[in-house]
C-alpha cells in the first residue's frame, strides 16, 4: 500500500544554519505530495505542495521538489529561524482525498 | 472563515466514562476526517466521511470508537467506555473532496486525557 517514510527526529540547529528533513513515499501512480507543519499545541498546517512530478512546492522559504525518480519529497530551507521550530509532517494524498502522513519530524533551532 | 472548529479542546475523564468529541466543518467542505495523534504511533487515520457518509473506518481501533456524520455541518466521534490508551489528541481535518488538491484543513484538536 501507499506509505511516506521520513526521517527521525529531533533535528536542532542552529539560527541561520541550513536545514533538510528527507522523506520518501511508496505509491501507485503518481499522487500529490505535501509538507505540513504542527506548532506546539495546535493544529497541522499546510506548508506546501507539489501534484506532479518535477513541481517545487515553496512558502516561508521553505522548499521541496516533486522527485519520481527517487520517489523522494525533501523538505529544504537555506536558513532557519527559531520561529521554525516544529514538527513537520511529509504526507501523500490518497484517492478519496485523504492524506497519509509521515511520522513526523521534531525539528529545534537555538539561538 | 472560523476554520474547522473542535470541542473540547481539553478533556479529563475517567476509565470507563463515555467520551464524545466534536467537530464543525468548514463551511462547504465535504469531507471530514478523524485523525488520531499519539508519540507512540504518530498520526492515524481512524475514519472519513464523503458528503455525510463513512467511507472507510478501518482505522478505528475498535467497537468502543464510533463516529457520526448526521448532516453536513457537524460530526461527533464518541468513545464508550474510555480506555486510558485512548488518551491522545484527536484531530478533525475537513476539505472539498473533487477539488483535486487533497488539502486538509486541520482544526486545533481534542486533547483526551483517560485516567
Known amino acids: 500500500g501507499n506509505s511516506v517514510t521520513q526521517m527521525e527526529g529531533p533535528v536542532t540547529l542552529s539560527e541561520e544554519a541550513f536545514l533538510t528533513i528527507n522523506c520518501t513515499y511508496t505509491?501507485?501512480?503518481?499522487?500529490?505530495l505535501f509538507w505540513y507543519v504542527q506548532y506546539p499545541g495546535e493544529g497541522l498546517q499546510l506548508l506546501l505542495k507539489a501534484t506532479k512530478a518535477d513541481d517545487k512546492g515553496s512558502n516561508k522559504g521553505f522548499e521541496a521538489t516533486y522527485r519520481k525518480e527517487t520517489t523522494s519529497f525533501h523538505l529544504e530551507k537555506g536558513s532557519v529561524q527559531v520561529s521554525d521550530s516544529a514538527v513537520y509532517f511529509c504526507a501523500l494524498g490518497g484517492s478519496q482525498g485523504n492524506l497519509i502522513f509521515g511520522k513526523g519530524t521534531k525539528l529545534s533551532v537555538k539561538p | 472563515d472560523a476554520g474547522v472548529i473542535q470541542s473540547p479542546r481539553h478533556e479529563v475523564t475517567e476509565m470507563g466514562q463515555e467520551v464524545t468529541l466534536r467537530c464543525k466543518p468548514i463551511s462547504g467542505h465535504n469531507s471530514l476526517f478523524w485523525y488520531r495523534q499519539t508519540m507512540m504511533r504518530g498520526l492515524e487515520l481512524l475514519i472519513y466521511?464523503?458528503?455525510?457518509?463513512?467511507i472507510d473506518d478501518s482505522g478505528m481501533p475498535e467497537d468502543r470508537f464510533s463516529a457520526k456524520m448526521p448532516n453536513a455541518s457537524f460530526s461527533t466521534l464518541k468513545i464508550q467506555p474510555s480506555e486510558p490508551r485512548d488518551s491522545a489528541v484527536y484531530f478533525c481535518?475537513?476539505?472539498?473532496w473533487g477539488s483535486g488538491a487533497n488539502v486538509l484543513t486541520f482544526g486545533a484538536g481534542s486533547r483526551l486525557t483517560v485516567l
Open positions: 505509491a501507485t501512480g503518481y499522487p500529490s
Open positions: 466521511f464523503n458528503n455525510n457518509v463513512p
Open positions: 481535518a475537513t476539505t472539498l
